[in-house]
Every structure is written in structure tokens, then in C-alpha cells.
């Protein structure tokens, strides 16, 4: 089969789009001080704050699909008197500055936010400044993602597999969990990985909701952003595992995260 | 035993009302144009579109009463529904979606197993069972699909174009297969369908619907030999025309008055086919009672006989041999003159 020439009016500023993205990743790797790459890798501060991301940013993609899952259904199937509105209200964070969600989260979930101070009161609750408030951090910015991209799934998919089966005598549970869940399975997938990887660079609402404490709120954004500071061809290192980590998920994935089609 | 159902709702430019009343002794189909509403009744029947006012009751069960606000779930209905494009659950094996049904209603893994294997050797499809719905052609998808809805034994077996998306190829095999699984199943069948040459191969009984209304019901034979829309009358092939009998003529509106042999009165269909209509270059002398002239609009070959459309005071079709329009020197547009016996023109009340 012949391949297709891509036109030279296309291709010029597809060149210079990739290039924009390749050159800065390039700088990082010839910049990085590779004599001292181990020493920064074992480093304890390192090895906790990567720990700490992958089980944040885990988590987060958890919460998303418990939550943001049954948040998209009722943006695609249910018909109600404002959800235009609670489904921007609901992806705000999309758009929103980071640090405008993490302050939004301190004046709630504070101890003397508007649920926080009840919270402490009556269970002693609090979130700021620990890892659970780095995972609320990060499902505030990274769930819109997920529910936007289940949402899209629900209502392209083709409703009538949902009718063969309650024809079939499936309750309205198993149509779901056996029909549309797998039905919708690329799409919930792509969710899910657009939530992790933005999850795993959450930087702002992170560092305002739940501060920079090693071991227990520093994830590797901000310890990239702490060691820039002090020991900049150090941050180099940790920001180029991020950058590892990141790519080999997205390229292993990304036949799926295409969906099937 | 036996499904009652009266439906009434607007859907769209659909304004839909039937009356169904099926037993279990008869195969029924269901018979209209696209968009007559006849997949839409089904569905109002299987409780997958409410309806405005009417009533759905199987076995002498209540299953839907707008006037008293019952209605059972599609899921709790004990039927079994063939979807058009058959609806196979892509993600599952054929044998998983055969089980569906079998496990939807309670019944274990492992007898489930046990059933749809037995349902999937019944149309012959044992030796696919691991494969999925895409893996197979279009007839062993629709024979999944029957397996798929038989297998939970409904009471109610619905079928909504079982056919239409096979090629010619296949579908006279498949046709007489699923006349054999409708013949040994033991309950009530409903087909829905476009195709009249499918209703009457399928059907001990015909509902033809037209525009959400019931035009005519009957046995292939009854509807077939005494069209009452002109949607049947096309299917069929015959001219069928309605107006005013007058003891020995009917007249039609804006139109010509027919001899006829009979002696009703009051409204009727006139019913004449196409072989009893005489073409003839000049005005004809002789016997026939009704002579009328017209031009011939539309000219068309079917298999040894040539079908002229001719517009006369009202459409007519004649059927002639392909000597005849060589002999006749007929053209498209060329004017002619038609004839044909009052004793040819079947007459019935409306």
C-alpha cells in the first residue's frame, strides 16, 4: 500500500509543534549530571517523595473512578434542572488555576473550613498538610478528566446492548457492570490514565492544600521544585525520572488508550 | 393463554394506535411500511417505550395499565426479544451471550453453561462457542440471537426484523430454520417485518399496519386475496381502487365510475389485476364495459410479462406480454387505451 504524502503545509508546523515539545526534553537530558545520577536516585528524599506520588496519584485514580464513574452517568443518562451547570461547576478544576483549587480546598476541608472545623470537632479529622489531603489535592484536579472522558464513553456507546440485556432479565446492576462498563471499557481506561498522569504532576493545590513535607505530603513535583532551589542539576535528575515514568506508561498504553478503534 | 395489548402514543410524526390479541396457537406477524410504527408497538409490548394510554397483559397477567400506573420491567417480563442487527454482546463469546439470560435470572454458572451449550447445538452452532460475535457471519449471528432470546424459556418470543440484515444468500436458509424454531416453540410469537415475502413464509396470520393504525389483519391468504390498503395492494400486485358502489358500478372520487358485475352498495374497494386489463391502440369495440384512455407512464419488464403503468382518470397497471408492447408500438408517454371486464373487478366492503 502506498503511503500517504503529508502535505508540506501541514507538515512544517507539525514539525515545528513536536519540536516544541522534543527540544526542552532534549535540554534535560544533556544538562542532567549523569556522574551523580545514582547518588540522586537513592537518595532517601527521592526514593519517599517517588513512593509517595505513585500511591498519591494511585489513589486519586481510584477515588476518580469511584466517583467520577457514577458523576458521568448521571451527566449522560439522567435529565435534571441544572446540570449544565453542576457539570461545569464539576469540571472547574480543569480550567482553574491549581493554587486557586488548593486554597478552595483549605477554606473547606481547613480546620477552619466550612466541613474542615466539623470534621476536627466531631472526629478529629484533619486533612491539610497529609498524604489523604494530597490525595483530595489531586482527585480536585485530576477527576474532571476521568469524568469527562466516561461521559463522552456513556453517551456514544450504543444504548440498545443496554435494552438486549434487560431484555435478558438483567437487573439495572448487572446491565451496568456487565454491559455498559465493558462496553464503555476504552474510554473509562483513558479516563483513568488521563486522571494518573495528571494526577502524578500535580503541583499547585498539592502544595497549598497539603504543604511540602517529606515523607508525607512532598511528592516529586515539589521535590523537584525544592532541589531546584538548592542543587538545580539534582532536579534535573528527578525530573527526568518523571518524565520517564510518565512516558513509559503512556507509550505502553497507548494502543488502549486510543480506544479499540 | 395469550398476549393482549392496546397501545396508544405520539412519538415523533408517529401517532400510534393498535390493538393486539394473540394466543399461542398462531405465528403472528406484524406487516407495514418503514416507519409504520411496528417496531415501536414491540417495544411497547416488551416495556422498552411507555405509552400514553393502553394496557399490556400477558397469560391474563398485568405486565403495563396507564390507568393504573402498573407497570413490570422490561427485566421481570417473561419474554424473549430478536433485536434487528440481533445486538450480540461484542465483549462476550457466543456462549456467554447465549448464557446471559440463563444467569440475568438467577440460574448458576454451571447449569447456565449446561443450557446454552444445549441451545447453541440446537441451531447448530455447538463448535462456536468460544468465538465472539464478530468472528461469525451474519445467519450464525442470528441463529445466537434466538438462542440467546429462547434460552430463558419466555412465554412471549418477539422478533423485530429477523431478516433484514442478511444478505439474499443466507436468508432463505435462515428463514426456514427460525420457521422451525417458531413452529416447536411453545408460546406466543410475534414477528415484526417489512417484507411481505417474509410474513407469509413465517405467518399463520397477518396485522398490517400502516402509519401506527391497523390496516388489515388476517391470514396470508385472506389479506393477500382482498387487499384493504394500497400499501398491501402494491405488495401484492394489484390495483386496488375505493369508492361508491351503486348496484352494478362504483364511483370512484374524482374519478371514473367502474362497471362492476356485483350488486353491492355503500363503500367498497374495487379490486382489479393487472392481467385483466386489455391495452389496445384505438379505442376497442366489444364487450368490455370499462374502456378508458390514458398515456403509458412507466414501462417495466418482470421476468416474461411487461407491467405499463398507465395514467388514466386514475393510475392503472396492466400486465401485457413483451409481443403485445412491440405489437402495440407502446412507448413511455405514448397514448393508449385500456379496457377490462366489470366481471374482472373484484368487489368487497370497506
Do not use: C
Given at each position: 500500500m502506498r503511503r500517504e504524502r503529508v502535505p508540506i503545509v501541514v507538515l512544517i508546523p507539525a514539525a515545528i509543534g513536536a519540536a516544541f515539545f522534543i527540544v526542552p526534553l532534549v535540554g534535560l537530558i544533556v544538562r542532567s549530571p549523569w556522574h551523580d545520577a545514582v547518588a540522586a536516585l537513592t537518595a532517601p528524599e527521592t526514593v519517599e517523595a517517588l513512593k509517595l506520588s505513585l500511591v498519591a496519584s494511585l489513589s486519586a485514580t481510584a477515588v476518580g473512578l469511584i466517583l467520577g464513574v457514577p458523576l458521568a452517568w448521571v451527566y449522560a443518562r439522567a435529565e435534571f434542572p441544572g446540570r449544565d451547570l453542576l457539570r461545569a461547576l464539576t469540571t472547574l478544576p480543569m480550567v482553574l488555576p491549581p493554587v486557586v483549587g488548593g486554597i478552595a480546598l483549605l477554606l473547606a476541608?481547613?480546620?477552619?473550613g466550612l466541613l474542615g472545623s466539623w470534621l476536627d470537632s466531631t472526629f478529629g479529622i484533619t486533612l491539610p498538610f497529609t498524604t489523604a489531603g494530597v490525595v483530595m489535592a489531586e482527585t480536585f484536579v485530576a477527576m474532571p478528566f476521568l469524568i469527562l472522558t466516561v461521559e463522552a464513553g456513556l453517551r456514544s456507546m450504543d444504548r440498545r446492548y443496554e435494552e438486549a440485556a434487560r431484555a435478558l432479565g438483567a437487573s439495572r446492576w448487572r446491565v451496568f457492570t456487565r454491559v455498559t462498563l465493558p462496553l464503555i471499557a476504552p474510554s473509562l481506561f483513558a479516563g483513568a490514565v488521563l486522571c494518573w498522569a495528571r494526577a502524578l504532576g500535580e503541583f499547585g493545590a498539592t502544595i497549598t492544600f497539603?504543604?511540602?513535607?517529606?515523607?508525607?505530603?512532598?511528592t516529586m513535583p515539589l521535590a523537584v521544585y525544592l532541589v531546584l532551589e538548592t542543587n538545580q542539576e539534582a532536579s534535573f535528575i528527578l525530573s527526568l525520572v518523571l518524565l520517564l515514568i510518565s512516558l513509559v506508561v503512556l507509550v505502553g498504553l497507548r494502543h488502549r488508550w486510543l480506544g479499540s478503534a | 393463554m395469550s398476549l393482549e395489548a392496546s397501545v396508544r402514543l405520539t412519538q415523533g410524526p408517529l401517532d400510534l394506535d393498535m390493538e393486539l390479541a394473540i394466543g399461542e396457537d398462531e405465528v403472528v406477524a406484524l406487516l407495514?411500511?418503514?416507519?409504520?410504527?411496528k417496531t415501536t408497538l414491540l417495544r411497547a409490548v416488551a416495556g422498552l417505550v411507555p405509552f400514553n394510554s393502553g394496557h399490556v397483559s400477558l397469560d391474563g397477567h398485568v405486565l403495563e395499565d396507564a390507568a393504573t400506573g402498573r407497570y413490570v420491567p422490561t427485566e421481570r417480563r417473561p419474554i424473549g426479544f430478536v433485536f434487528q442487527d440481533y445486538l450480540l454482546f461484542p465483549h462476550l463469546n457466543v456462549l456467554d451471550n447465549v448464557a446471559f439470560g440463563l444467569r440475568s435470572r438467577g440460574m448458576s454458572r454451571g447449569a447456565a453453561t449446561e443450557k446454552a451449550v444445549q441451545w447453541l447445538d440446537r441451531v447448530g452452532l455447538k463448535s462456536y462457542a468460544g468465538a465472539k460475535p464478530a468472528e461469525l457471519s451474519g445467519g450464525q449471528r442470528q441463529r445466537v440471537a434466538l438462542a440467546r432470546a429462547l434460552a430463558p424459556d419466555p412465554r412471549l418470543l418477539l422478533l423485530d426484523?429477523?431478516?433484514?440484515?442478511?444478505?439474499v444468500t443466507t436468508r432463505a436458509d435462515v428463514r426456514r430454520d427460525l420457521k422451525r424454531h417458531l413452529a416447536s416453540f411453545q408460546g406466543i410469537r410475534l414477528v415484526v417485518t417489512h417484507d411481505p415475502l417474509e410474513a407469509v413464509a413465517l405467518a399463520d396470520r397477518l396485522i398490517v399496519m400502516e402509519k401506527g393504525h391497523l390496516v388489515q389483519t388476517g391470514t396470508p391468504a385472506e389479506v393477500t386475496e382482498r387487499p384493504r390498503s394500497q400499501y398491501v395492494a402494491d405488495l401484492v400486485g394489484v390495483n386496488l381502487l375505493r369508492g361508491e358502489a351503486d348496484h352494478g358500478s362504483v364511483r370512484i372520487p374524482g374519478g371514473p365510475v367502474v362497471a362492476t358485475a356485483g350488486a353491492e352498495s355503500g363503500e367498497v374497494f374495487a379490486m382489479i389485476h393487472p392481467r385483466a386489463v386489455a391495452l389496445h391502440h384505438t379505442r376497442p369495440e366489444g364487450s368490455p364495459r370499462n374502456v378508458w384512455r390514458g398515456r403509458a407512464s412507466n414501462i417495466e419488464l418482470m421476468g416474461n410479462r411487461v407491467r405499463v403503468r398507465i395514467d388514466a382518470e386514475v393510475p392503472l397497471v396492466a400486465e401485457v406480454t413483451p409481443s403485445a408492447v412491440k405489437e402495440l408500438d407502446l412507448v413511455e408517454g405514448g397514448e393508449v387505451w385500456l379496457s377490462f371486464k366489470a366481471t374482472d373487478v373484484g368487489v368487497y366492503p370497506a
Open positions: 476541608f481547613g480546620r477552619r497539603a504543604g511540602n513535607f517529606p515523607g508525607v505530603t512532598q | 407495514g411500511p418503514n416507519g409504520a410504527g426484523e429477523p431478516l433484514a440484515a442478511l444478505d
